[in-house]
């Protein structure tokens, strides 16, 4: 890659070389993706309060037929999930 005449100890964006065959745009990427999103830790957490509720959804509608009780429990387990996630990233915002 030339370097500009303009800027002779530029390295490239960011200082940093694309014929660099140290660098791995693809691993920085994934680094930056990482830092904007909910963490592996947080995803988990979320699915293990996800999962109580849901069986908590179930109990509670134990006296119904099978079908509807498992419903109501994956309804209240999927709101579960989205509001802890939402919940993280509000955290994290502030």
Same mark, same amino acid.
């Given at each position: 890659?030339?370097?500009? =005449?303009? @800027?002779?100890?530029? #390295?490239?964006?960011?200082?940093?070389?694309? *014929? *660099? =065959? #140290? @660098? *791995?745009? !693809?691993?920085? @990427? !994934? /680094?930056? /993706? *990482? $830092? %904007?999103? =909910?963490?592996?830790?947080?995803?988990?957490?979320?699915? %293990?309060?996800?999962?109580?509720?849901?069986?908590?959804?179930?109990? /509670? #509608?134990?006296?119904?037929?099978?079908?509807?009780?498992?419903?109501?429990?994956?309804?209240? &387990? &999927?709101?579960?999930? #989205?509001?802890?996630?939402? !919940?993280?990233?509000? $955290? !994290?915002?502030?």
């Amino acid at each position: 890659m030339a370097q500009d =005449p303009q @800027f002779p100890e530029s #390295n490239g964006l960011l200082g940093i070389s694309p *014929d *660099d =065959p #140290n @660098f *791995d745009w !693809r691993k920085q @990427f !994934r /680094a930056m /993706a *990482d $830092q %904007m999103g =909910p963490s592996g830790a947080d995803k988990q957490t979320a699915k %293990m309060h996800a999962i109580l509720t849901a069986g908590l959804g179930i109990l /509670a #509608n134990a006296n119904k037929p099978a079908a509807l009780a498992l419903g109501q429990g994956g309804l209240l &387990g &999927g709101q579960s999930y #989205n509001d802890e996630l939402g !919940r993280i990233a509000q $955290q !994290r915002a502030v």
